[in-house]
């Protein structure tokens, strides 16, 4: 394959979908502190998500998935969950992962922690820390 076509070497662009646009733009902008690029209503907003282009697509019919659709790694856990959670977010918890009181996993082996929250939408994000 040329080189030009090898897409491990091409930016990845992010769909998360919204049921609200404004109440999406609102949360990724102000919430998230996500950078609104373009605003291209009814197609999409453009947000700028530390280099990658996140696409957040209204649609008319919006089923979540149940697993998580984006993610940030984040060099302090604690100190994201705690900014984000005075931002307004809350983590969620789940059945059958033993999560601190911040609502952080760690996984086996203790290298990694993850916490999770929900858009507006009821998409799954989280944070991490490996």
């Known amino acids: ?3 030009a076509f090898e897409l491990g070497k091409q930016p990845i662009i992010a769909f998360v979908a919204t049921g609200d646009a404004e109440r ?3 949360f990724y902008r102000d919430t998230l502190g996500l950078r609104l690029v373009l605003d291209q209503l009814p197609a999409a ?3 700028d998500a530390h280099g ?3 696409r957040v697509t209204p649609v008319k ?3 979540p998935p149940r697993y998580t659709v984006l993610g940030w790694e984040v060099p302090d856990i604690v100190a994201a969950a705690k900014a984000l959670e005075k931002a307004g977010v809350r983590f969620e918890r789940y059945a059958g992962f033993e999560q601190d009181e911040m609502g952080i996993w760690t996984a086996p082996g203790g290298v990694a922690k993850v916490a999770w929250f929900n858009d507006p939408d009821g998409n799954i994000l989280s944070i991490s820390q490996h």
Do not use: H
Request: charged share 25%; proline share 7%.
């Open 1 to 3: 394959m040329p080189e």
């Open 52 to 54: 990658t282009m996140l």
């Open 24 to 26: 999406a733009r609102k």
């Open 45 to 47: 907003l453009v947000f």
């Open 61 to 63: 019919e919006l089923l």
